[in-house]
């Protein structure tokens, strides 16, 4: 059974940091690729941040240069560190994983960035 674990929400100021990890289970994900989608009341679902296989990385505009994706393969585990947050980044975060035609969520976590 697959499961995508994610943790480190939670409420920050604007300016702050956080980092949240996907841990994953069931499938190495080394051989997918992952992603960050996140999802704030009245708007559609976004992508965020992703990472292939081979380490390749993209980046919704809004995120560039604050946020990075990055894989643990020994942890099985993907991270997304975000620095200087705003009020708009405040949405559920919810780890993907993919290959072919197989797709994976887990159940999010909240990220509320407000003084």
């Known amino acids: 059974q697959v499961q995508l674990v994610e943790s480190g929400g939670g409420s920050v100021q604007p300016g702050g940091s956080l980092r949240l990890s996907c841990a994953a289970s069931g499938i190495n994900i080394r051989f997918y690729a992952m992603g960050w989608y996140r999802q704030a009341p009245g708007k559609q679902r976004e992508l965020v941040a992703s990472i292939t296989s081979g380490g390749s990385t993209n980046y919704a505009d809004s995120v560039k240069g604050r946020f990075t994706i990055s894989m643990d393969n020994a942890k099985n585990t993907v991270l997304l560190q975000m620095n200087s947050l705003k009020p708009e980044d405040t949405a559920v975060y919810c780890c993907?994983?993919?290959?072919?035609?197989?797709?994976?969520w887990g159940q999010g976590t909240q990220v509320t960035v407000s003084s």
């Open positions: 993907n994983a993919k290959r072919s035609t197989r797709a994976y």
